[in-house]
């Protein structure tokens, strides 16, 4: 069992940044990768970006390409979002979820972080 724990949501105006943190903790040897999603009001949860932690390899939705960057620390089991040029639409509850190695999806999940953008 992975637990995760986001941090560092709040509220930007558009065009600022943000950095996501995300803590896990729990058996983590077994992790394959992590990945964030979001959820907008009225909304179905969208895939934002994942990162294998073997590798660093990344993979970004096409809303963030650019602007969004995923990193990690192994050693401090530390997922990042950071977040820049910051638009309205991006205003969502963000989540943290973790992928092990006998699963084939995300299993294990974040309590979310609210970033809101103003215009």
């Known amino acids: 069992q992975v637990q995760l724990v986001e941090s560092g949501g709040g509220l930007v105006q558009a065009g600022g940044s943000l950095r996501l943190s995300c803590a896990v903790s729990?058996?983590?040897?077994?992790?394959?990768?992590m990945g964030w999603f979001r959820q907008a009001p009225g909304k179905e949860r969208e895939f934002v970006a994942s990162?294998?932690?073997?590798?660093?390899?990344?993979i970004y939705s096409d809303s963030v390409t650019g602007r969004f960057t995923i990193s990690r620390d192994n050693a401090e089991n530390m997922v990042y979002l950071q977040m820049n040029s910051l638009k309205p639409e991006a205003t969502a509850v963000y989540y943290c979820?973790?992928?092990?190695?006998?699963?084939?999806?995300?299993?294990?999940w974040g309590q979310g972080a609210q970033v809101t953008v103003s215009s």
């Open positions: 979820a973790a992928r092990s190695s006998v699963l084939s999806t995300f299993g294990s």
């Open positions: 990162i294998r932690w073997s590798t660093g390899s990344t």
């Open positions: 729990g058996r983590t040897g077994n992790t394959y990768g």
